[in-house]
Every structure is written in structure tokens, then in C-alpha cells.
């Protein structure tokens, strides 16, 4: 029996993992469902909530019930004999805050955290779209790379043949060759560090989602950026960033509940008032020398107010609310570099796509241009009016080109969700318009060993 287990979790570890054909949105809502990023704020959203039950608890009536039941026995000294008496108790009490200003300072402030607590999964949800199109887009930009290492590879051997054919009928010196040798070898080198890229790329998009993802979606070839409607005024931007950011709104509810917890911390200089009432009921008999005794059950009642007036307490009271006035200092300063920082991360994002819609288009063009180059220089090579070295930096020149371009196309697309994360604005929606432009085989292209 333990060979047969052990013989069945070896085959079902050295089996290979399904790999699964998914585009951004899938790709999301994979990660969505596993990540430990977002559980861990879904989990601290419900321990924040708990905190503001229990604040509000403490405002709510306290019911205590208690029964007892006692038996003792009395040996006379001198005397032949013995006494035992016993006695059964019954007890419900209790009371209700009418002023306590520390404990409701610390309710709203449980609420405020309670919402932050919101913000914050909100926040990270939208860190999770970010990150799972980052690392989706990264596996596409190593598709990509390794599409244009593998093409710059052959072209390279084929170089490397036709100046050996060249050399062996005497029409090209040994030195194109070794020049040509030296390309081929520097990008199959290329081809190699492209292809582990390309795997790592597989494994963080596996890690990311719990699962191997193949089968991915790119862009095609018409692909052309453009800057969306509602994100052409920069200023507007920042204000709507700094009204809904929701990393913002958390941070800002918690200087609203720090300013509650020094409110919490004066309130202890305060009188409380409480209501408080009690009914029992007692009985007790016993047995001795003399016969048996019972005494009549007696009912008791009781309610009153209590009002409590804090005098003196060592110097607690002022030390914890100079503790609670440095903890809002706190709070506050780290509200305001928040939203510094949003403010230049908006407006810097702005730019950046601003600026990629630019940068696409012109490194469209330089792949044309270093394309035409390449295709020249071989034409050049020829008829003799080119050398070899001329063709190798042209296909350098072309390989990085493409690297580039591939690189910027999606760029712009990241660019554009950090821009709407930093406004606020990132959802699903946006996550499906993208997903919209993603309509090519990204794994196309590549040679079959390069898919696995």
C-alpha cells in the first residue's frame, strides 16, 4: 500500500500542469480569486469591522446573571452533635452608559477606521488590475523580444553562410566572416537570454494567478494610441485624484479617527454616568441540635444611578492624550506627503501617456526606417557597394528597434491604467476596453520549442 501511494504521488507530481488559454480580463479574474494581496485587505477590512462592534458594544447594555448554591456544616465543640445550613442565590444585574465621552470618541473612530478599512480593499483591488496587466504585459513584451530575437537569429546565420560561401570562391575577406560569426553568435546568445526572459515572464504571470497561463493576446499590428476623452486636462485630474484616490480616502479617514482618539483620550478627564439596577433572591435553611430551621426566601431590588468624577490619576490622563495629539501629528503628516505624492504621480502618469502616444508613433517609424536600412545594406552587400560590417550594425540596429517598439506599445496601455488608478478610476470597465484592443495570437509568431 505504501509503494502504490508513493508510486501515485510521483506520477502526479512529475505530471505537467494544465496550461490555460486566457486574455487580460481572465487573466484578472484568476488573480482575483487567489491573490494574497487582496485577501489579506479583505481580512482586514472584517477585523476593522469587528473593532467598531465591539466600540459600540461597550454602549449598549451589560446583563449579568449569576446563581450560587452554599452548604457548610458547624461542629460544636463540648456538644454531641453538629449544625448545617445552606443557602441558594439567584442575582441578574445591570447597567447602561448614558455619558461616557471617551467611549463614544472611540465609536466614531472605529467607524472611521472601519471605512478606511473599506478605502484600503478598494485600493487594493485596484493594485491587483495594475499588477495582473503588468505582468501580462510583460509575458507579451517577452513574446515579443523573443519573436525578434529568434528572426535577428536567423538572419544572422544566414549572413554568416553567404559570407563562408563568399570566402570559399574568393570574393569576401576572412575578416566578413569573422564579423559575420560574431553577429550569429551574439544573437543566438540573444535568442537564449530572450527565451529565459520569456519563461520567468510565464512563471510571475503563473505565480500571480495560481495556475500556467499560455495562449495570451496581443496587439495587432495597426495598433495606434490614443489619449482617452476624459483625460485631456491635467488639472482636473489631480482635483478628481485627490477627491476619490481611495489609497487618499483611507489615509484621510485616519486623521479623522486619530483626531477622535485624542477627543477619546481629553474625555477621560470627564465625568461617566451610568444606570444601573439589580433583583435577587435568596432562601437558606439548615438542619441542628435543636431540629430543623428554614428562613423565609427574601427578594431583593435595586436601581441608581452612578455618576463617577476622575480626580487624579498619576498623570495618565495628560500623558495619553499628548500621546494621542502626537499619533494625529503623525497621521496627518503622512495624509499630506500622500497627497504630494499623488499629485506628482498624476500628473507624472498624465505625461507619460501624453507622451507615449508620441513615442509609439515614432518608434513605429524607426523600425520602418531601420528595416529599409537593413534591406538596403544587404542589397549594398550585393553588388559590393556595402561590407558586411555594414549589414551587422543595420540588423543590430533593426533588432533593438523592434525590442523598443514592442516595449513602448505597451508601455502606453500600463501607463493609462496607472493613470486611472491614481484618479480613482480603474475598473473592470477599463480592464474589458483594453482587453477589447488585445485581438492577436501573441504566442503566433514564435518558433513551436519556444511554447511550451
Do not use: C
Amino acid at each position: 500500500m505504501i509503494r502504490r501511494s508513493l508510486a501515485l504521488a510521483l506520477a502526479v507530481a512529475l505530471t505537467p500542469l494544465t496550461s490555460h488559454a486566457a486574455d487580460l480580463l481572465q487573466v484578472y479574474e484568476m488573480a482575483r480569486n487567489g491573490d494574497p494581496q487582496l485577501s489579506s485587505a479583505e481580512s482586514n477590512r472584517l477585523y476593522t469591522k469587528e473593532g467598531q462592534v465591539q466600540a459600540r458594544a461597550a454602549l449598549l447594555p451589560q446583563i449579568n446573571g449569576e446563581a450560587s448554591l452554599n452548604r457548610s456544616r458547624v461542629e460544636l465543640d463540648g456538644v454531641s452533635g453538629s449544625s448545617t445550613s445552606k443557602s441558594r442565590d439567584y442575582r441578574v444585574s445591570g447597567s447602561q452608559t448614558l455619558f461616557n465621552w471617551s467611549q463614544f470618541a472611540t465609536l466614531r473612530a472605529q467607524r472611521d477606521i472601519s471605512k478606511a478599512a473599506d478605502f484600503t480593499l478598494d485600493s487594493a483591488n485596484d493594485d491587483l488590475i495594475v499588477r495582473s496587466a503588468t505582468t501580462y504585459f510583460n509575458v507579451l513584451v517577452a513574446i515579443e523580444s523573443l519573436t525578434a530575437a529568434q528572426t535577428n537569429e536567423a538572419a544572422a546565420k544566414k549572413q554568416f553562410d553567404y559570407a563562408d560561401k563568399r570566402l570559399e570562391v574568393g570574393l569576401a575577406p576572412i575578416t566578413d566572416v569573422h564579423e559575420a560569426r560574431a553577429q550569429y553568435d551574439q544573437a543566438r546568445a540573444n535568442t537564449i537570454l530572450a527565451r529565459n526572459a520569456l519563461e520567468d515572464a510565464y512563471q510571475a504571470l503563473t505565480e500571480l494567478t495560481g495556475q500556467p497561463v499560455r495562449g495570451l493576446r496581443g496587439l495587432p499590428e495597426d495598433f495606434r494610441p490614443e489619449l482617452p476623452a476624459n483625460r485631456s486636462n491635467v488639472d482636473q485630474l489631480v482635483a478628481e485624484a485627490v477627491a476619490q484616490n481611495p489609497a487618499l480616502k483611507a489615509q484621510e479617514l485616519q486623521v479623522s479617527a486619530a483626531e477622535s482618539n485624542v477627543s477619546a483620550a481629553r474625555g477621560n478627564h470627564y465625568p461617566t454616568l451610568s444606570l444601573g439596577g439589580a433583583w435577587g433572591k435568596n432562601a437558606s435553611w439548615g438542619d441542628s441540635i435543636g431540629g430543623s430551621s428554614r428562613t423565609p426566601d427574601s427578594t431583593s431590588n435595586s436601581i441608581g444611578l452612578t455618576l463617577s468624577v476622575p480626580i487624579f490619576a498619576g498623570g495618565a490622563t495628560q500623558s495619553r492624550v499628548r500621546q494621542a495629539l502626537a499619533q494625529r501629528d503623525i497621521t496627518q503628516d503622512a495624509y499630506e506627503q500622500q497627497k504630494r505624492a499623488l499629485d506628482r504621480n498624476t500628473r507624472n502618469a498624465w505625461q507619460t501617456v501624453v507622451a507615449g502616444i508620441s513615442e509609439v508613433e515614432a518608434r513605429r517609424l524607426a523600425v520602418v526606417s531601420a528595416q529599409s536600412a537593413y534591406d538596403a545594406s544587404q542589397v549594398g552587400l550585393e553588388v559590393g557597394t556595402r561590407t558586411v560590417l555594414d549589414v551587422v550594425q543595420n540588423q543590430r540596429t533593426l533588432f533593438q528597434a523592434q525590442l523598443d517598439y514592442a516595449q513602448a506599445r505597451y508601455s502606453f496601455l500600463l501607463s493609462r491604467l496607472q493613470l486611472s488608478q491614481a484618479v480613482g478610476a480603474v475598473d473592470v470597465a477599463e480592464v474589458q476596453e483594453i482587453n477589447r484592443l488585445l485581438t492577436q495570437d501573441a504566442e503566433a509568431k514564435l518558433q513551436p520549442e519556444s511554447v511550451q
